[in-house]
Structures are given as C-alpha cells and as structure tokens.
Antibody, heavy 121, light 106 residues
Framework: EVQLLESGGGLVQPGGSLRVSCAAS????????MAWVRQPPGKGLEWVST????????YYTDSVRGRFTISRDNSKNTLYLQMNSLGADDTAVYFC??????????????WGQGTLVTVSS | IQVTQSPSSVSASVGDRVTITCRAS??????LGWYQQKPGKPPKLLIY???SLQSGVPSRFSGSGSGTDFTLTINSLQPEDFATYYC?????????FGQGTKVEIK
C-alpha cells in the first residue's frame, strides 16, 4: 500500500524559512516523479513544484520560483520542500503527491494527508 | 493554460445525475484529470486522460471531452459523493487546477 507522510509544517514568521518532508513507502520511490500541491485554508488546489524520479529535473510555479527548492533523497525515500522568504500567501496545507504518467499526461495518483504551514507574526 | 470549472456549486439529491464542466484556455488533447476532495482529506484521483476511470472508482463516475471542453458526470448520486471536485490539466507547466465544484445536498 502506498503511503505518503508529510511532516515539518508549523507556524513561521513572515520572511522566515521552513522545510517540509514527505516520507514515502509502498512503491519504488525512485521510479516516480513527485510533486507538492498546496491548498490555502478554504480555497482550491495549487500545484507548487515537481521533481523527476532521479532528481535531475525540477519545475516550479512562478510565485515560488527562486524561493522554494524541491529535492529528494532516494536512499531515504523522502521528498523535501525547502521554503524561504515566506509570506502570508504561502499559508496553506502542503500535500505531497505521487505522479502517474499516462500517454503524456501527468496525474497525481496518491497523496499524503498534508502538513499545514502558517505564515504569521 | 487556465482551466475554468462550472458551476462553482451544485445542489442535488441522492439518485440525481450531476454534470460538471471544465474548459481549458487552449487545447489540451485529453490531458485532463478529475479529483474528488472531502473536507479535511487529500484529493483522490477519479478520472485520468479525460475518460479513463481510476482503479477502484465506482462506474457511476465518467468523464468525457477533448481539446478544450470536458465533462465529469456522476450518475445516480450517492451520499458519499457529496464533496468538492477539481479538474486538472496534465501536460503543461504550470499544472493548473480548476477552481472546484462543490456538490451539496439539496
């Protein structure tokens, strides 16, 4: 059974930094691209970042590029998101998701329960 | 690529048929997925490639469309189907989700 378990969320001051993690199990982690998707309280879903299976390729939404860094440690089956220069707009539940590739489409087949990041003074 | 869902909410009764539409700002072939999300839970993939049913998803859910216009249909709505549904374009960066459609009990 696929399991994704996020951790590391919490309260951080504006301008601060935080690293969230996602521990994966139940599948061959290095075979799958992984993504972070966030959801501000009471709002919709927003894709944040994707990393390829071997970590060589990374992609970001414009609002976080240059501030956030996605990475992975395939030896530990763990995905990371390092978040710097955080602002109130970054307040959200951060989900990690396993990407499923089908006919050139990329879908999120498994999700963690999410970790809440709150940016506030 | 923007994806626009409609309606933003719909009230329906158990047994009803519900249709949700998603329109992409440019053609995306069939690179579209549909997700269901219940309060306090992560999203769940229902449909991929516009019309392929994800394993384990009841057959009352179906998807159709290609290019710019897509539809998610729920036949014979069940109590467990009251949730928020999102479409997602699946081939272009940035990946984009629709704004969501909340299916509420009438």
């Amino acid at each position: 059974e696929v399991q994704l378990l996020e951790s590391g969320g919490g309260l951080v001051q504006p301008g601060g930094s935080l690293r969230v993690s996602c521990a994966a199990s139940g599948f061959t982690f290095s075979n799958y691209a992984m993504a972070w998707v966030r959801q501000p309280p009471g709002k919709g879903l927003e894709w944040v970042s994707t990393i390829s299976g071997n970590g060589d390729e990374t992609y970001y939404t414009d609002s976080v590029r240059g501030r956030f860094t996605i990475s992975r440690d395939n030896s530990k089956n763990t995905l990371y998101l390092q978040m710097n220069s955080l602002g109130a707009d970054d307040t959200a539940v951060y989900f990690c998701a396993q990407q499923y590739y089908y006919d050139s489409g990329k879908y999120y087949i498994s999700w963690g329960q999410g970790t809440l990041v709150t940016v506030s003074s | 690529i923007q994806v626009t869902q409609s309606p933003s909410s719909v009230s329906a009764s158990v047994g009803d048929r519900v249709t949700i539409t998603c329109r992409a700002s440019q053609g995306i072939s069939t690179w579209l997925g549909w997700y269901q999300q219940k309060p306090g839970k992560p999203p769940k993939l229902l449909i991929y490639a516009a019309s392929s049913l994800q394993s384990g998803v009841p057959s009352r859910f179906s998807g159709s469309g290609s290019g710019t216009d897509f539809t998610l249909t729920i036949n014979s709505l069940q109590p467990e189907d009251f949730a928020t549904y999102y479409c997602q374009q699946a081939n272009h960066f940035p990946r984009t989700f629709g704004q969501g459609t909340k299916v509420e009990i009438k």
